[in-house]
C-alpha cells in the first residue's frame, strides 16, 4: 500500500519560513519523481516544486527564490523549504509521487492528504 505522509505546515508571519516533508512508503522512492502542489478553495492544484529521480528541478516563478525543493533517498522523504513566506502562499500543500510507464497511459501519481500552510500579515 502506497503512502505519503506530509508533515511541517502551520501557521507563520509573512517573511517567516517553513519546512515540509513527505516520507512515502510502498514505492521505490528513488524511482519517482517527486512534487509539491498546492491548492486553495476555488482554485485548481498547482504545482509548486518537482524534482525528478535524475535529480532535476523546476519552480514556480511566484516561488522562484523563495522556495528549495530536495530529496533524501535513503530516507524516503522529499523537502520543501519555504523561506520569506507571502500570505498569497496560504494553501493546502500536497506531496505527489509520480512513475512513468510504458503500459499505463500518464504513468502512476499517488498523492498524500495535505498539510496546512497559513501564512499572516
Known amino acids: 500500500q502506497v503512502q505519503l505522509v506530509e508533515s511541517g505546515g502551520g501557521l507563520v508571519q509573512a517573511g517567516g519560513s517553513l519546512r515540509l516533508s513527505c516520507t512515502a512508503s510502498g514505492i521505490t522512492f528513488s524511482g519517482n519523481d517527486m512534487g509539491w502542489y498546492r491548492q486553495t478553495p476555488g482554485k485548481q492544484r498547482e504545482l509548486v516544486a518537482s524534482m525528478a529521480s535524475g535529480g532535476g528541478t523546476y519552480a514556480a516563478d511566484s516561488v522562484k527564490g523563495r522556495f528549495t525543493i530536495s530529496r533524501d533517498n535513503a530516507k524516503n522523504t522529499v523537502y520543501l523549504q519555504m523561506n520569506s513566506l507571502k500570505p498569497e502562499d496560504t494553501a493546502i500543500y500536497y506531496c505527489?509521487?509520480?512513475?512513468?510507464?510504458?503500459?499505463?497511459?500518464?504513468?502512476?501519481?499517488?498523492w498524500g492528504r495535505g498539510t496546512q500552510v497559513t501564512v499572516s500579515t
Open positions: 505527489n509521487a509520480h512513475r512513468d510507464s510504458l503500459v499505463t497511459k500518464g504513468g502512476y501519481d499517488y
